[in-house]
Nanobody, 115 residues
Framework: QVQVVESGGGLVQPGGSLRLSCAASGIIFSANTMGWYRQAPGKQRELVALLTSGGRITYADSVKGRFTISRDNAANTVYLQMNSLKPEDAAVYYC?????????WGQGTQVTVSS
């Protein structure tokens, strides 16, 4: 079983930056995908960014050029650097860990973008 724990959310002004972290623990398989989803009030959960253990990256169109996903495989940690934040980026951000047969989610971390 794998657990993931997010950190790094908070309040930031429009145009500001935040860095989210997600650490996975437990029985970590080398072939996996870790990434971030977000859910704003009244909206469905949506993909933000994914990064496979092999280095393949997927970004939502809405964050391309502003967000950067990276990972430290040795530490089983994935990061999301968020720059040029907009009010519409405000949401609860969830970390996701998956393999071909298993998936788990973190509890989420709140990102608020407001002046």
């Amino acid at each position: 079983q794998v657990q993931v724990v997010e950190s790094g959310g908070g309040l930031v002004q429009p145009g500001g930056s935040l860095r989210l972290s997600c650490a996975a623990s437990g029985i970590i398989f080398s072939a996996n995908t870790m990434g971030w989803y977000r859910q704003a009030p009244g909206k469905q959960r949506e993909l933000v960014a994914l990064l496979t253990s092999g280095g393949r990256i997927t970004y939502a169109d809405s964050v391309k050029g502003r967000f950067t996903i990276s990972r430290d495989n040795a530490a089983n940690t994935v990061y999301l650097q968020m720059n040029s934040l907009k009010p519409e980026d405000a949401a609860v951000y969830y970390c996701n860990y998956r393999t071909t047969w298993y998936e788990t989610w973190g509890q989420g971390t709140q990102v608020t973008v407001s002046s």
